[in-house]
């Protein structure tokens, strides 16, 4: 798509469909003024804000200053997918965006967002995110692995280097835009999944029907994001990891990559190491569930379907030292050895 003029811009504005955005917030009273003044500023046909049982005064704080919004207030924290549901179910726009509460938008970022989603049916986009000072790139969508791991795309880069539009492999939860149709054509998210790992699991659905994700670099989205994996995340991240294997690939599918998963174990057990005692336990509690998760393969066309993910892992993101950074080489050696074994 590459920099657009100010015809083009015009164009997109009069010729865009209704966008609904969606926002689920969680005790977001730090940030949801400044994300609320920036979005309505780009005069989308409706925001619709899911409380998920703030203990601040979040909702207060809306229903003052921003009496457009319409609300939704939980009874309780339904996690994170499941309130996003809840919001779309009452969704009268063309378009769906989601947004995390934790982002501010720059000028234009909703024009730029949709015009893919005008073009190309079965198509996701994703924005530039930006961390929240706008100083580098948070995601440009997310690096999503054939062995379920996930990383952020372009993380720590400068904006001038990520300024062409891309084909990525995963969606970041922070947010992206598609048709409301296809939303619900997809299902929705995962309601199994309380937080974390939700927009991967939505990748790879949506990758095994068929759609396709572009990374908009002219939609720029600020966000609140620090590189961080406590404990309890990599519980979450893993528990998502088990849950995705078991969902799509069948035990055939999990011995062909073998060896890719074997290495991802590695990884993910000196992480853990690395956390100590409360990181070892996690990991081991998600071991367990590896055997209980529920088991219903929805994926076909193995070999095309393993196509469209990314074959190794970013070296500079959760690397603390050589030792980190060997690991992983020899891990990426094993995992395009093995992809290109299963692919050729």
Known sequence: MGEMDGKTINAIAYSKPKVSVVIVTYNSINFIDHCLESVMSSEPFEVIVVDNSSMDKTVERIVENFPKVKIVQ??????????V??????????????????????????????????????????????????????????????????????????????????????????CFAL?????????????????????TELSWRAHSKGYSFVYVPESIVNHEYKLNVSAEKLFRLEDGR??????????????????????????????????????????AKT???????????????????????DTKIPMDQLSYGFLDEMVKRWANAVYSVNYRILTK
């Open 74 to 83: 939980n009874d309780t924290n339904l996690g994170y997918g499941r309130a």
């Open 85 to 174: 549901n809840k919001g779309t179910a009452l969704v009268n726009g063309d378009v769906l965006v989601i947004l995390n509460p934790d982002t501010t938008v720059e000028k234009e970022w909703l024009d730029y967002l949709v015009f893919p989603l005008i073009k190309e049916e079965k198509t996701i986009a994703v924005p530039r995110i930006m961390v929240y000072d706008g100083s580098v790139i948070n995601t440009c969508g997310n690096l999503d692995h054939f062995t379920g791991l996930s990383f952020t795309n372009g993380f720590g880069r400068r904006s001038e280097e990520m300024i062409n539009e891309l084909s990525v492999s995963g969606i970041s939860g922070a």
């Open 179 to 199: 048709r409301k149709d296809d939303f619900l054509d997809l299902g929705g998210f995962d309601e199994d999944i309380f937080l974390y790992m939700e927009d």
């Open 242 to 283: 088990y849950y995705l294997l078991r969902k799509f690939l069948t035990i055939k599918d999990m011995i062909s990559i073998g060896p890719s998963l074997i290495m991802t174990e590695l990884l993910s057990w000196g992480y853990a190491l690395r956390l100590g005692a409360k990181g070892m336990a996690y990991k």
């Open 287 to 309: 071991m367990r569930r590896l055997f209980s998760n529920p088991r219903s393969v929805q994926q076909v066309e193995y070999k095309v379907f393993l196509m469209k993910f």
